[in-house]
């Protein structure tokens, strides 16, 4: 987990929690739930097969062309 760096400036009551201008500032880091971090790599590496999938073709696609460039179909 990536450790936040302290502002010796902000007074600070929490871990991530300061006061600046009479204010309470969040800076801390969005929670989310192993399940749910889960899902979101599962939905990222399904998009990116998909991705790879459809580059692929158009590579394969793109070869097609040249060889029939090249012997005259």
Same mark, same amino acid.
């Given at each position: 987990? $990536? %450790?936040? $760096?302290? =502002?010796?400036?902000?007074? !600070?009551? /929490? +871990?991530?929690? #300061? @006061?600046?201008?009479? &204010? +309470?500032? !969040?800076d801390? %880091? =969005?929670?989310q739930?192993? @399940? ?8 990222? /590496?399904k998009?990116? #097969?998909? @991705?790879?999938? @459809?580059? =692929?073709?158009? +590579? &394969? ?6 060889? &029939?460039?090249?012997f005259? #179909?």
């Amino acid at each position: 987990m $990536k %450790q936040l $760096k302290k =502002d010796p400036k902000k007074s !600070n009551v /929490m +871990e991530g929690l #300061y @006061i600046k201008n009479g &204010r +309470e500032i !969040n800076d801390r %880091q =969005d929670s989310q739930t192993g @399940i749910a971090q889960a899902a979101m790599y599962r939905q990222q /590496m399904k998009k990116q #097969y998909k @991705i790879d999938c @459809i580059a =692929d073709g158009i +590579e &394969r696609a793109k070869m097609r062309m040249d060889g &029939r460039n090249v012997f005259g #179909y």
